[in-house]
Every structure is written in structure tokens, then in C-alpha cells.
């Protein structure tokens, strides 16, 4: 059983950057960040797969970066330029073959506690 842990958030000016990692037991074919916004439903941010290749939501293109440690099993959120749009709860997410919540080809079955990104203009 995979279990994830979000740290790193917090609340940050507009132009600001916060990093966000995810502690994880074990890793998947596919690693992720939602967020879900007051009053909004949860969408995808980023992604990557056990290859390496990452996918991102046109919202966050050239502003986010994922990354990985597998050494130390940790995900990492990398966020710049933040906008107020941007304050939602992340989640980290990890896929599985009957997840059910579908994105960039990947099924997310997993979800960690969340963590709180609030920025302020």
C-alpha cells in the first residue's frame, strides 16, 4: 500500500515561489500534484511517469516543475511566478492499474493529506 505526505506549503506573495515535496513508501508508473480550489473540483497539475516524461496543466506551464528524488523517495513541486489563482490544496497522487480518477493517461488510486498553498496579491 502506497502512502504519500505533502509538506511545504504555505502562504506566499504574488511573484513568489514555494517548493512542495511528497514522501513516499513506494513509487508508481505514475507520480502526481492536484489541487483543488474552494468551491472548484480537483484538477491535475503535474505529472511524471517511470520513464521520466512529465506533463503539466496549461495553467502552470513554464511555472511548475515536477521532480523527483528516488533516492531519498520524495516527489517535489517546484512553484515560481505564483499567481492568486493559484491557492488551492495540493495533494500529491500516485497511479495504479483501477485507479479512478483519470489524467494524462494515468489512473490516480492514492492521494496524501494535502497541503495548503494560499497566495495573497
Known amino acids: 500500500q502506497v502512502q504519500l505526505a505533502e509538506s511545504g506549503g504555505g502562504s506566499v506573495q504574488a511573484g513568489g515561489s514555494l517548493r512542495l515535496s511528497c514522501g513516499y513508501t513506494s513509487s508508481s508508473y505514475c507520480m502526481g500534484w492536484f489541487r483543488q480550489a474552494t468551491g472548484k473540483e480537483r484538477e491535475g497539475v503535474a505529472r511524471?511517469?517511470?520513464?521520466?516524461?512529465?506533463s503539466y496543466a496549461d495553467s502552470v506551464k513554464g511555472r511548475f516543475t515536477i521532480s523527483q528524488d528516488a533516492a531519498k523517495n520524495t516527489l517535489y513541486l517546484q512553484m515560481n511566478n505564483l499567481k492568486p489563482e493559484d491557492t488551492a490544496m495540493y495533494y500529491c497522487?500516485?497511479?495504479?492499474?483501477?485507479?479512478?480518477?483519470?489524467?494524462?493517461?494515468?489512473?490516480?488510486?492514492?492521494w496524501g493529506q494535502g497541503t495548503q498553498v494560499t497566495v495573497s496579491s
Open positions: 497522487a500516485s497511479a495504479s492499474s483501477f485507479g479512478h480518477i483519470w489524467w494524462q493517461d494515468c489512473r490516480f488510486s492514492t
Open positions: 511524471l511517469d517511470s520513464g521520466g516524461s512529465t
